[in-house]
């Protein structure tokens, strides 16, 4: 077992998740600290300003290298926080380009400096061997929910609402599956930034108070995104066009719509077979608006990954240690049912000198 520590920092750009874990990359055996470190508020925004310029971006770009520094720096503090040695650092980085149509992905941070600031090797650049390869490059956590649902009864769906949702489909025999459902918390933190000054919408107050236009949802799910076949991906930006539809909507209502937007896309989701249970990680399950949408449009239990004893807000942390772990013994990071390789594909590279 590798003593590891995960770090993630998802397309809601709130901030840096990091957890440390003993992991041989195929099992679990001891969870130990996990944290959050929030970005600062002039981060979060220089980031997000980044997202709407990446595609013609250049990586020499003074803006990009500035960020990018001051990203590396919040992770490294997050990896001293952890306070526990580690044998390998998993380094997800910020995407900010996700395009796999164009065999395109770009996730920022200097994992080089993550190295010699830790003193350990780093295993980073985690989704470019599965795009290279034809692959959407997303999403990565299937392997890792795999091992942790291995005595839960199946079929089974581990649904993480980030930015962007995606769902990971266990069969009952052993089968998995995945793709992006669609929006996460993306639209409608911007929706409730834009009209409140907030950067989320706590607990889904907000779109609770309001009234669902149905008839926007609907058009939005004719969308040609919701008629493809899974495996698929999405990048954060990719519904930025359902914000322009909301225009004169009042606030209450737009949170409203786009809550459910979120829970009516996961219910489209064309998996192998229907779910028996439905358990959610990531932000969103804290948003009950979100939550209760879910639990209409599914029909089955929808209930927090802590019923089964899992920390939903280390989980994607923990999954890229356990990543980093088969990244160092050349596993594969992906399988063709829940990325579109055509066969499992390892991925990643380590950086830095390790004394093991």
């Keep these: 077992m590798l003593r590891v520590i995960g770090l993630m920092s998802g397309t809601s750009l709130d901030g840096v998740d990091a957890a440390w874990l003993e992991t041989d990359g195929e099992t679990v055996g001891a969870f130990g600290p996990s944290l959050t470190l929030p970005y600062d508020p002039a981060l979060r925004a220089d980031l997000r300003r980044i997202l709407d310029r990446a595609p013609g971006l250049r990586a020499d770009d003074a803006d990009l290298l500035d960020a990018t520094r001051r990203l590396t720096e919040a992770h490294i503090e997050a990896v001293r926080r952890i306070g526990r040695p580690a044998d390998l650092i998993g380094f997800h980085g910020q995407t900010i380009l996700h395009d796999p149509a164009r065999r395109r992905t770009w996730q920022i941070g200097d ?30 956590v299937p392997l890792f929910h795999g ?34 459902t669609g929006p996460g918390n993306a639209l409608l933190d911007d929706w409730v930034m834009q009209h ?58 737009g949170a409203a719509t786009l809550a459910a937007f979120t829970a009516r896309a996961v219910a489209a989701c064309p998996l192998p077979e229907r779910p028996k249970r439905w358990l959610v990680t990531g932000g969103g399950r804290h948003n009950i608006a979100i939550m209760d949408a879910l639990a209409a449009s599914l029909g089955v239990p929808v209930e927090p990954v802590e019923t089964v004893g899992w920390d939903g807000d280390a989980l994607e942390a923990q999954c890229f240690g356990f990543l980093a772990a088969r990244v160092r013994r050349g596993l594969p990071l992906s399988l063709p049912l829940t990325t579109g390789v055509p066969r499992p594909l390892p991925g990643g590279t380590v950086i830095g000198h390790s004394s093991m």
Excluded at 156 to 176: K, P, Q, R, S
Excluded at 204 to 227: H, K
């Design 147 to 180: 091992a942790l649902a291995r005595d839960l009864p199946k079929p089974l769906a581990v649904l993480n609402i980030g930015g962007v949702a995606n769902v990971t489909f266990i069969g009952a025999d052993g089968t998995i599956a995945a793709c992006d």
């Design 111 to 140: 994992a080089r400096a993550l190295a010699t600031a830790a003193g350990a090797p780093v295993a980073y650049a985690f989704r470019e061997a599965d795009v290279a390869a034809g692959g959407e490059g997303a999403p990565l």
């Design 196 to 253: 409140t000054g907030q950067s989320f919408d706590a607990g889904g107050a907000l779109a609770r108070s309001g009234q669902v236009r149905e008839g926007l949802i609907a058009r939005w799910l004719a969308g040609p995104y919701f008629a493809r076949p899974i495996p698929k991906s999405l990048d954060r930006l990719a519904f930025q066009g359902v914000i322009a539809d909301l225009a004169g909507v009042p606030a209450a209502d």
